[in-house]
Structure formats: structure tokens, C-alpha cells
């Protein structure tokens, strides 16, 4: 099982075609084939920056109509940097799509058991798919360092045994993240994973305070000792910060945009 680049209609995404022979569809867009000028060229997904709402719409109706999905089908909620967690479903449908809203609840991460489209955004931080096949149980979550601190994969596996699925049966797909070779963190949040990089190369010194952060592997560390089998998660092999022609990087960029997660149950 592993994370591969699919030549769409109108635009390429990567997915796990195995997860899709299981039962959920999963998508990890790129940064080309969408309508925004720079610095947000051209495929931003996210609302939340300076980009025109417009164009951002837009670019939403191509990757959404490329996985058959509309606009009624899914929900997009407001992330914080916490680790928050809540259950969506029927309800929801159309909640933050179209715009911020004000009433879309703020949190990290979202499980269903519904048919609906789950829609996360990132340019960095950490993209967590879930998948439980039996129970039919989807999940997303956003993690970058702070949401990985508070151990957000805790929660929403605590959620999705709670609605009936198994750790034993949970699939989990890590998406793009900035990698190890470009993050560079200080020892303010190197200090913060000590514990967790403790007997392993998650942080390595690389300056006089300096220090390189293995985001991803800090967030499969976690789920391995939630009881999530290693062989069931599949992580992304790119560097968002690394491949600025495929993907939009806070760390590299500053101002820019936002690729998108979605998963989907079939
Ligand atoms: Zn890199």
C-alpha cells in the first residue's frame, strides 16, 4: 500500500488506490491546474488566506469535481493548531465550503461514519487520514507542531473506537508534510517532543540551538503506541517545503496557499 500521483481529468492529486478498493476515497491535492494568481498559484484550497474567495471556490469545484464530489457533500471546518476532535455527519453537509463561516466549529480533527466528505487544508503541517474498514468509520486530522504536541492522533482514535471501530482494524495514511531536511526548529519546541524522539532520530541538532523535527515521524511514533499496526500506515514521501513545483510550503513561502486533504466514504 502506498501513496501514488493520479493523473485526473483536469488536474493530478496523489491517493491510495488500495484504500479506495476498501471502501473510502482519498485525495492529497497539489498545487497546479487551479485559476489563483500569486503568490497563490494556482490550486489554493483554503479560504482562510488573502486569496481571492472567488478563485479559491473555483479552485475547490475542480478538485472536488474531479474526486465526483459537490460542494452539499462536504464539510471543511475551521482549524486551530489544537486537538480538538469532533464527530460530523449528515447535518453538516455544506458547512464551511463555500465560506468562513462563522458558525463552523473550530477544532483539528473530524471522524464520520456518514457518506460525508471530510476537507482539511495545509501547506506543511501534517495531513492524518483514517480509515476503518469494518466499522466504516473515516476520520481527518490536521497536526502541525503544536497539534502534535497535544497528541491529536490520541484523540481521534479514542473517537473512532468510541463510534464502534477498532485500532486493531485502522488504517492511517500520513500526507505531504514539511520533512526533517526543512524543518528547523528551536529549542523551545525541540524540548516539547524530547520525550517522544527519546532512543530515536526524530530530533537531531543541527545548529548551536538549532534542531531538525521529524514532524511525521514524531505523528507515526504516536499512533504505533496508540496500538495502530506500523504496516497500516502509509506515509507520503515528499517534503512539502522540498518540491515547490508540486506543493505550497508556510515555511518556504510565508504567504501562499493551501493543498487539500479529502477522504470519502464510498
Ligand atoms: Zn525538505
Known amino acids: 500500500m502506498r501513496w501514488q500521483l493520479f493523473h485526473g481529468k483536469n488536474i493530478d492529486y496523489l491517493t491510495i488506490p488500495e484504500w479506495s478498493e476498501l471502501g473510502a476515497n482519498l485525495a492529497f491535492s497539489l498545487r497546479d491546474g487551479g485559476v489563483s494568481k500569486a503568490p497563490y498559484c494556482s490550486l489554493n484550497l483554503a479560504l482562510h488566506v488573502d486569496d481571492s474567495p472567488e478563485n479559491v471556490l473555483q479552485n475547490r469545484r475542480i478538485f472536488l469535481e474531479e474526486l465526483g464530489c459537490s460542494f452539499a457533500d462536504c464539510t471543511a471546518v475551521s482549524q486551530v493548531h489544537g486537538n480538538k476532535v469532533i464527530e460530523v455527519g449528515e447535518q453538516d453537509k455544506g458547512i464551511g465550503v463555500r465560506e468562513l463561516d462563522p458558525n463552523i466549529p473550530e477544532c483539528d480533527g473530524m471522524v464520520t461514519t456518514s457518506n460525508i466528505a471530510l476537507l482539511g487544508f495545509y501547506a506543511d503541517c501534517v495531513p492524518l487520514y483514517f480509515f476503518e474498514p469494518q466499522a466504516k468509520i473515516v476520520g481527518l486530522a490536521h497536526a502541525g507542531w503544536k497539534g502534535s504536541a497535544l497528541n491529536i492522533n490520541q484523540k481521534i482514535l479514542h473517537k473512532i473506537q468510541s463510534l464502534g471501530g477498532s ?100
Do not use: W
Request: aromatic share 8%.
Open 167 to 266: 485500532l486493531e482494524n485502522c488504517l492511517v495514511a500520513i500526507g505531504p508534510c514539511i520533512g526533517p531536511c526543512c524543518y528547523e526548529v528551536g529549542e523551545e519546541v525541540a524540548t516539547v517532543f524530547t520525550k517522544e524522539a527519546r532512543g530515536s532520530d526524530l530530533i537531531s541538532k543541527s545548529g548551536s540551538d538549532r534542531y531538525s523535527l521529524d514532524l511525521a515521524g514524531v505523528n507515526k511514533s504516536q499512533l504505533i503506541r496508540e496500538g495502530i499496526c506500523p504496516e497500516h500506515i502509509v506515509q507520503a514521501p515528499f517534503c512539502t517545503a522540498c518540491h515547490k513545483d508540486l506543493f505550497y510550503s508556510y515555511r518556504r513561502e510565508g504567504s501562499t496557499g493551501r493543498m487539500g486533504a479529502f477522504i470519502q466514504k464510498k
